[in-house]
């Protein structure tokens, strides 16, 4: 009778398994991936295509000794598994369980926290320079995805990684493409060939040889060298790849575990960096997954029978009102232009790009080329709108000071999963937006209560003819205001208080509702205000609400340093204004996965935790 995946010692028990082991492994693994994230969801069709690959990577290398680092790392839930940690996977994304990304504190399998994409190379490259400079003896390896690879960044490491020749594994999950006639006997005697020690001795050898004959040696040597590089770009595919100084494996069937082994291994005995390119399916094994592979990359709990999501809302969220009211004004304005960074689907371009399929621009996992082709897009007469989750944004902070904002032009930045995400924790909460968008001189920043109100600035943000962003959070977007005043009117009071007022953001304005009427119960008077524009901040509103109450609570879903409260703060104090000012908002911490809500009363910035810290510093106790 075959073990449950959690009575397993992994990884050690991994090694003593033959092939024929493994093989029933990938089914046993398939079979706990899918029961268990239909319960807890997460990231399902890229993990299913990478079963195979971990199971290889594990039998090969020696975790943790080797070094195994995952890029974007949401296709890392299989090396958790033959890690040891199989037991806690029901708690993978909750709340004190398992991140659904690698994660250091959680084990020393895990090198480095990671989230975001592009980057592993790099660490890889750093990794392998370390060991050497320290004498140490162990593998590094980068496994990173062909959408990873559309990021400068990778090729950036690449560059630096093949011309340093150290001795460092980059391994090219590629779900992109059908597996090429390549991977049968030709292309397994290229690889053991290539790699061996007697093909780098021959090279060198020939090299020596040649240059030595008088007069005609060099001329010999580079002729020849002309005939192999002929050849190789007649039978090699990796030709990119070797030119920049790694000895290329592939492609390779990424579903063939011996195949993987084999070729892993003769990796590790190679000199110098080396590509093994790997084909796979996404969201092999689960029917729903490999014909809607988008659908599941990143899915909520579902009936694993059916595919269907349980307890769906009918209710749209943030990122379908954005998206349905751009189709609408691109309708009206044929200036508008959509430019996402792989994200289409998920920042809720999907019917704009059916729609406009010559005006919506995915330039891939490239945030920064995304930001400066905005740019251009703006200065050649376009309205570009892009799209890109808060926490990817922050990585093109440069071009967006430098290439937007300096030059003056109108790129309208949507900057989505702004806030608390919940189970994607660290990595991918938007928690720094408003603080690293509200110093950029001549920006726009704002932040709407609800999804008519992210109509209205979308509207507004066409009639700047200056950078703004408009930030927003993931989820359903609500119906909170009951009156609405235009844009241009600043700031919106909602109520007014006697013993304090809060100027609540964005998403944060139903709480400070919430929290007023929890203090009108205690006897403490609190009015609200929607902030609505961090930048331009509308000082006249705020030094009237600091004069005639006696405490300011601003209260934001951002870090407290360098937010709205801290710049609210300096205002009052610019202006010689007494009133106490509280700040609430996340504290100066990465703030860890979770569900959203338990995060937020954990963190006491739910209705309750907020007029609880209200009530006390207003009445001393605190």
Avoid at 134 to 146: P, Q, R, T
Avoid at 223 to 239: A, F, H, P, T, W
């Amino acid at each position: 009778m075959r073990k449950k995946l959690t009575e397993y010692d992994f990884p050690n028990d991994l090694k003593n398994m033959d092939i024929d082991e493994l093989e029933l492994l990938s089914y046993d693994i398939r079979d706990f991936l899918i029961s268990n994230i239909s319960c807890t969801g997460g990231h399902l069709a890229s993990n299913l295509g990478a079963v195979e690959l971990s199971i290889a990577l594990h039998k090969v290398f020696e975790s943790p000794k080797d070094k195994i680092v995952w890029d974007v790392g949401h296709q890392s839930y299989i090396h958790k598994i033959l890690t040891g940690r199989a037991d806690k996977f029901c708690t993978l994304r909750k709340t004190g369980g398992l991140s659904g990304f690698p994660r250091i504190s959680e084990s020393p399998h895990d090198i480095f926290s990671t989230g975001h994409g592009s980057n592993s190379i790099s660490l890889v490259t750093g990794l392998a320079k370390a060991r050497d400079l320290n004498g140490e003896k162990y593998n590094a390896v980068a496994v990173i995805g062909d959408g990873a690879l559309s990021g400068g960044l990778a090729y950036e490491g690449l560059n630096n990684l093949g011309d340093s020749g150290a001795n460092a594994i980059v391994i090219l999950n590629d779900n992109g493409m059908s597996i090429s006639k390549s991977t049968g006997g030709v292309s397994k005697h290229l690889s053991k060939l290539r790699v061996s020690k007697g093909y780098y001795s021959l090279k060198r050898n020939v090299k020596k040889a040649s240059k030595k004959i008088p007069g005609i040696g060099n001329n010999i040597y580079s002729g020849m060298e002309k005939l192999r590089d002929s050849l190789k770009y007649v039978i090699v595919n990796g030709v990119i790849f070797e030119e920049m100084g790694f000895t290329y494996i592939g492609p390779l069937d990424g579903h063939n575990i011996e195949e993987l082994s084999m070729h892993m291994e003769l990796a590790k005995n190679a000199e110098g960096p080396v590509l093994l390119h790997i084909i796979t399916e996404k969201g092999k094994g689960y029917r729903n997954a490999e014909v809607y592979p988008g659908r599941y990359h990143g899915t909520g709990p579902f009936d694993p029978e059916t595919g269907v999501a349980v307890d769906p809302s009918d209710i749209p969220t943030y990122s379908d009102v954005f998206g349905k009211k751009l189709v609408e004004l691109a309708e009206d304005d044929d200036r508008i232009v959509a430019v996402s960074a792989a994200m289409t689907e998920g920042t809720g371009l999907s019917e704009f790009c059916s729609r406009f399929p010559d005006r919506t621009f995915d330039v891939g996992m490239a945030e920064e080329h995304a930001v400066s082709f905005a740019a251009g897009l703006a200065k050649g007469g376009a309205r570009p709108f892009v799209a890109i989750y808060s926490t990817f944004l922050q990585r093109a902070y440069d071009e967006i000071i430098t290439d937007v904002c300096l030059q003056g032009l109108p790129v309208i930045f949507a900057a989505d999963r702004a806030g608390n995400v919940g189970a994607d924790g660290e990595t991918h909460h938007g928690m720094f937006d408003i603080s690293y968008f509200s110093h950029m001189p001549g920006m726009t920043v704002m932040a709407p209560a609800d999804g008519r109100e992210l109509e209205q600035m979308m509207d507004h943000a066409l009639t700047l003819a200056t950078p703004c962003v408009i930030r927003y959070p993931r989820g359903e977007n609500g119906d909170i205001l009951k009156d609405r005043i235009p844009l241009y009117r600043g700031s919106q009071i909602i109520s007014q208080g006697k013993d304090a007022e809060i100027w609540a953001l964005g998403s944060m304005v139903k709480t400070a509702l919430e929290t007023a009427e929890i203090l009108k119960k205690k006897g403490i008077d609190t009015g609200v205000a929607n902030v609505r524009f961090v930048s331009p901040i509308d000082e006249e509103k705020i030094i009237s609400s600091a004069k005639k109450t006696k405490h300011i609570i601003t209260l934001e879903d951002n870090i407290i340093k360098g937010g709205f409260g801290e710049r609210a703060a300096a205002l009052l104090m610019k202006n010689n204004i007494k009133a106490k000012v509280i700040n609430l908002g996340w504290p100066d911490k990465f703030i860890e996965h979770g569900s959203a809500f338990e995060l937020y009363k954990k963190y006491r910035l739910d209705a309750a935790g907020t007029a609880e810290r209200i009530s006390d510093l207003i009445e001393g106790k605190a």
